[in-house]
């Protein structure tokens, strides 16, 4: 059996954790983290999930979320998940992370504690987000700048963070196919008289509404056809799923810095 400490276990990807871990034969909850002023604290993760208790008291505590798990799972904000990482690295516990809007800063951090610990970090949990990837990359190394390439994305209104992790994460992955920084050529406003489509640029269409889970679009728009590459994500236990994969996957392995490419192979 394998332990997982659920970081975040208030959130709505916490939940899903809880509820995704009691399904499976092989994984059981062994910590709860929620924040200082959550609500949850000390009440039974199962109960905050709404699955039943497992036992598990949820607390702010990390060293006491974290002892006896083999594996722990963060969803949280930024500057915690750092934070959650370098207590689990103190213990010596591999991290799945699928927190997103990580910047330079804490991408830096993630590098430097993942010598010492396997850290695998993934915007976006699911497998077929993953597969997405890959076929980005190909389809963008095939085709060429003479293809526009537009991503669009769509979330629930309480989303924070735009573009999301995962759009952030296909231009970077097509900008890399073509041999250029998404730095260098993201577009991601457009207002006025803004002038013709400059060449090779990547741009981005964002909406926020109501309770959408999650949806990409990438299209390729060459003179005279487009190609479309998309995923919809219609119930967030996707996340969870993919992210207890991650999980089991990533028990044992040395230390360094995985993504979900490595978890399938790809």
């Known amino acids: 059996m394998t332990n997982i400490a659920v970081l975040g276990v208030s959130g709505r990807m916490g939940?899903?954790?809880?509820r995704s871990?009691?399904?499976?034969?092989?994984?059981?909850?062994?910590?709860?983290?929620?924040?200082?002023?959550?609500?949850?604290?000390?009440?039974?993760?199962?109960?905050?999930?709404?699955?039943?208790?497992?036992?598990?008291?949820?607390?702010?505590?990390?060293?006491?979320?974290?002892?006896?798990?083999?594996?722990?799972?963060?969803?949280t904000l930024p500057r915690a998940a750092i934070a959650n990482l370098e207590a689990a690295?103190?213990?010596g516990i591999p991290v799945v992370i699928g927190t997103t809007g990580l910047d330079d800063a804490a991408h830096a951090a993630v590098r430097r504690l993942s010598h010492g610990l396997p850290v695998l970090v993934a915007p976006n949990m699911s497998?077929?987000?993953?597969?997405?990837?890959?076929?980005?990359?190909?389809?963008?190394?095939?085709?060429?700048?003479?293809?526009?390439?537009?991503?669009f994305e769509a979330h629930h209104r309480n989303k924070v963070d735009a573009p999301s992790g995962t759009a952030l994460r296909i231009a970077e992955i097509a900008a890399g196919a073509r041999g250029r920084m998404l730095a260098d050529i993201g577009i991601?406003?457009?207002?006025?008289?803004?002038?013709?489509?400059?060449?090779?640029?990547?741009?981005f269409a964002v909406i926020r509404g109501g309770d959408i889970v999650g949806e990409h679009r990438v299209t390729y728009a060459g003179i005279g056809e487009s190609l479309e590459i998309a995923h919809r994500?219609?119930?967030?236990?996707?996340?969870?799923?993919?992210?207890?994969?991650?999980?089991r996957w990533i028990v044992g392995r040395p230390p360094g810095l995985y993504g979900m490419a490595d978890v399938l192979g790809l």
């Open 21 to 75: 871990i009691r399904e499976s034969g092989d994984l059981s909850v062994s910590g709860a983290l929620a924040s200082a002023q959550s609500p949850a604290l000390g009440r039974d993760a199962g109960d905050i999930a709404e699955s039943g208790p497992v036992g598990v008291t949820v607390t702010a505590d990390r060293a006491e979320a974290l002892a006896g798990a083999d594996v722990a799972i963060d969803f």
């Open 127 to 151: 497998l077929g987000v993953n597969l997405l990837f890959s076929l980005v990359d190909r389809a963008a190394a095939a085709l060429g700048e003479d293809y526009d390439i537009e991503i």
């Open 188 to 203: 991601h406003t457009r207002a006025g008289q803004i002038g013709p489509r400059p060449r090779g640029g990547i741009g």
């Open 89 to 91: 690295a103190a213990l």
């Open 15 to 18: 939940r899903c954790l809880i």
């Open 233 to 247: 994500a219609t119930d967030r236990m996707t996340f969870a799923y993919g992210a207890v994969t991650a999980a």
